[in-house]
């Protein structure tokens, strides 16, 4: 008699979308408090806080669906497909926030890091206003950036939970 075996597939997508919809309203929040573009390590701590305890949720969800039994593949390939589409959500909700709710998004973030620089004295004129216009005109390569951090991290974050939780099936 088989059993029937829970799909990575499917918790990664049920638990990708709550991940992706708590970082969405997150992003509202800091949105609504006008700390969007803010640089500030606390949002980037909570972000991953939120990251790791919904893909360690998912990897217990699915260990308990599977009878108990978790191999480390699974948990990696959980902590993989929860981040990615938590990530694709990510690029959608940055693409409304800096084309639709807030257009001047990114010459606002290139002005934080504009006034940082200054104040941190490391830099000529010269490289800050190009640091400047680089943020402004690549803009653009935030999105995949988002997507191969929240993989790799999904990835780390699988690994380790993985290595916490596995449990292997008896070979009878």
Do not use: C
């Not at 309203?25 to 640089?39: E, K, N, P, R, W």
């Not at 699974?74 to 807030?102: F, P």
């Not at 400047?132 to 690549?138: H, K």
């Amino acid at each position: 008699m088989e059993e029937n075996q829970p799909k990575t597939g499917k918790y990664s997508l049920n638990f990708g979308l709550i991940l992706g919809l708590i970082s969405v309203v997150f992003g509202v929040m800091l949105y609504t408090m006008d700390a969007h573009y803010s640089q500030d390590p606390a949002n980037t701590v909570i972000s991953i806080v939120i990251m790791v305890a919904v893909i360690i949720w998912g990897i217990i969800s699915f260990r308990k669906a599977n009878g108990g039994f978790l191999a480390l593949g699974q948990a990696m390939k959980l902590g993989a497909g929860i981040a990615l589409i938590a990530a694709i959500i990510a690029v959608i909700y940055t693409m409304v926030l800096s084309n639709v709710m807030d257009p001047e998004f990114a010459t606002k973030i290139a002005e934080v890091t504009k006034a940082k620089a200054e104040a941190d004295g490391q830099m000529t004129a010269e490289q800050i206003q190009q640091q400047y216009d680089g943020t402004i005109n690549f803009f653009w390569i935030t999105y995949p950036f988002i997507l191969i951090f929240n993989i790799i991290a999904g990835l780390v974050i699988g690994l380790i939970g993985g290595l916490i939780l596995k449990k292997a099936k008896p070979d009878y």
